[in-house]
C-alpha cells in the first residue's frame, strides 16, 4: 500500500497502519450484517405479537438448536485456541480444522433443518407467511455471514499451512464468529420461542 507523503514523494504505509484499516474494515462489514439482521428481527417480532408464533410445524425439539448452538461455541473455543497456539514451534493446523468443521457442521445443520421444514413440513413461502419468510430471511442473513467468516478462518489455515503468520487474520476472524453466535441466539429466541 502506497501514499503521497506532503513532499510529493510515494512512501510506503506502514504494516501497523494496514492492520488497522483492515480491523476496521473487518469491524464495519460486521456492523452492516448486524444492522440488516437486526432490521429483519425487528420486523419478525413486530408481526410475532400479532399472531401465533411460531406454527406447531416448524417447532425443531431441542435437538436440532442445541447441535447448532453447540457447534458454534465449540468452533468458537477452537479459534481462540488456534489464536493462542499460532505462535507455537508447530503449526496450529488441528485447531484451525476444527473450526472450519464446527463452522461446515453448523452451516450444514441450519441447511438440514430448513431443508426438512421447506421439504416435509410445507413451511413456504408465501404461503406460510410472514413466519416462513422471517425464518428464511433471518437464516440466510446468518448463513451467509458465516460462510464469510468461514472464508476468513480458510484463508488464514492456508496462509499457515505455508509457514506464514497467520495471527493478524485469525483475530479479525474472531469478532465474526461471536456475531455469528449472537445471531444464532437471536434467530432462536425471535423464530422458535412461544
Given at each position: 500500500?502506497?501514499t503521497?507523503?506532503?513532499?510529493?514523494?510515494l512512501t510506503?504505509?506502514?504494516?501497523?497502519?494496514?492492520e488497522?484499516?483492515?480491523w476496521?474494515g473487518?469491524?464495519?462489514?460486521?456492523?452492516?450484517?448486524v444492522?440488516?439482521?437486526?432490521?429483519v428481527?425487528?420486523?419478525?417480532?413486530?408481526?410475532?405479537?400479532?399472531?401465533?408464533?411460531p406454527?406447531?410445524t416448524a417447532?425443531?425439539?431441542?435437538f436440532v438448536?442445541?447441535?447448532?448452538?453447540?457447534l458454534?461455541l465449540?468452533g468458537g473455543?477452537?479459534?481462540?485456541?488456534a489464536?493462542?497456539?499460532?505462535?507455537g514451534?508447530?503449526?496450529?493446523?488441528?485447531?484451525?480444522?476444527?473450526?472450519?468443521?464446527?463452522?461446515?457442521?453448523?452451516?450444514?445443520?441450519?441447511?438440514?433443518?430448513?431443508?426438512?421444514l421447506?421439504?416435509h413440513?410445507?413451511?413456504?413461502?408465501?404461503?406460510?407467511?410472514?413466519?416462513?419468510?422471517?425464518?428464511y430471511?433471518?437464516s440466510?442473513?446468518?448463513?451467509?455471514?458465516?460462510?464469510?467468516?468461514?472464508?476468513g478462518?480458510l484463508?488464514?489455515?492456508?496462509?499457515?499451512?505455508r509457514g506464514?503468520?497467520?495471527?493478524?487474520?485469525?483475530?479479525?476472524?474472531?469478532?465474526?464468529?461471536w456475531?455469528t453466535?449472537?445471531?444464532?441466539g437471536?434467530?432462536?429466541?425471535?423464530?422458535?420461542?412461544?
Amino acid at each position: 500500500m502506497s501514499t503521497n507523503d506532503p513532499t510529493g514523494t510515494l512512501t510506503s504505509a506502514s504494516p501497523q497502519r494496514a492492520e488497522a484499516n483492515l480491523w476496521f474494515g473487518v469491524v464495519l462489514a460486521h456492523a452492516a450484517a448486524v444492522m440488516l439482521f437486526c432490521a429483519v428481527a425487528f420486523a419478525a417480532n413486530f408481526y410475532r405479537m400479532r399472531g401465533f408464533w411460531p406454527p406447531a410445524t416448524a417447532l425443531p425439539g431441542g435437538f436440532v438448536p442445541a447441535v447448532a448452538g453447540v457447534l458454534l461455541l465449540t468452533g468458537g473455543a477452537l479459534l481462540h485456541g488456534a489464536l493462542r497456539h499460532a505462535s507455537g514451534p508447530r503449526p496450529a493446523r488441528a485447531w484451525h480444522l476444527g473450526v472450519l468443521g464446527a463452522g461446515a457442521g453448523f452451516l450444514a445443520t441450519q441447511a438440514a433443518w430448513l431443508h426438512v421444514l421447506w421439504w416435509h413440513r410445507d413451511l413456504r413461502i408465501p404461503e406460510s407467511g410472514v413466519f416462513a419468510s422471517a425464518l428464511y430471511g433471518l437464516s440466510a442473513v446468518q448463513a451467509a455471514h458465516a460462510a464469510v467468516v468461514l472464508m476468513g478462518v480458510l484463508r488464514a489455515t492456508l496462509h499457515g499451512m505455508r509457514g506464514l503468520d497467520a495471527r493478524a487474520r485469525l483475530r479479525r476472524a474472531v469478532p465474526g464468529w461471536w456475531c455469528t453466535t449472537v445471531m444464532y441466539g437471536v434467530l432462536f429466541a425471535v423464530v422458535y420461542l412461544p
